[in-house]
Nanobody
Framework: QVQLVESGGGSVQAGGSLRLSCAAS????????MGWFRQAPGKEREGVAA????????YYADSVKGRFTISQDNAKNTLYLQMNSLKPEDTAMYYC??????????????????????WGKGTLVTISS
C-alpha cells in the first residue's frame, strides 16, 4: 500500500523559510514523478514543484522559481520542499503526490495533478505579513 505522509508545515512571517518533507512508502516503481501541490482557501489546487526520480529533473511553477527547491533523499524515500523568501500568498495546504503513468514528462513538467496516482493528506503552511 502506497503511503505519502507530509510534515514540516507551520506558521512563519513573510520572508521566512520552511522545509516540507514527504515520507513515501510502498511505491512499486523505481522511477516516477513526485511533486508538491498546494491549495489556498477558495482557490483550485495548483502544482508547485516536481522531480523525476529517474533522472533528477526538476520542475517549478513560475510563482516559486528562485524561492523553492525540491529535492529527494532516495535512501530515506523522502521528498523535500525547501521554501525560502515566503510570501503571504504562499499560504495554503501543501500536498505531496506521486505518479508513474507514461509519459511522465507530460505531467511532471507542470506539475499537473492529472498524472498523479497517490496523494498525501497535506500539511498547512501559513505566512503572515
Amino acid at each position: 500500500q502506497v503511503q505519502l505522509v507530509e510534515s514540516g508545515g507551520g506558521s512563519v512571517q513573510a520572508g521566512g523559510s520552511l522545509r516540507l518533507s514527504c515520507a513515501a512508502s510502498g511505491y512499486p516503481y523505481s522511477s516516477y514523478c513526485m511533486g508538491w501541490f498546494r491549495q489556498a482557501p477558495g482557490k483550485e489546487r495548483e502544482g508547485v514543484a516536481a522531480i523525476y526520480t529517474g533522472g533528477g529533473s526538476t520542475y517549478y511553477a513560475d510563482s516559486v522559481k528562485g524561492r523553492f527547491t525540491i529535492s529527494q533523499d532516495n535512501a530515506k524515500n523522502t521528498l523535500y520542499l525547501q521554501m525560502n523568501s515566503l510570501k503571504p500568498e504562499d499560504t495554503a495546504m501543501y500536498y505531496c503526490a506521486a505518479g508513474a503513468s507514461l509519459p511522465v514528462a507530460a505531467y511532471c513538467s507542470g506539475p499537473y495533478e492529472w498524472g498523479m496516482d497517490y496523494w498525501g493528506k497535506g500539511t498547512l503552511v501559513t505566512i503572515s505579513s
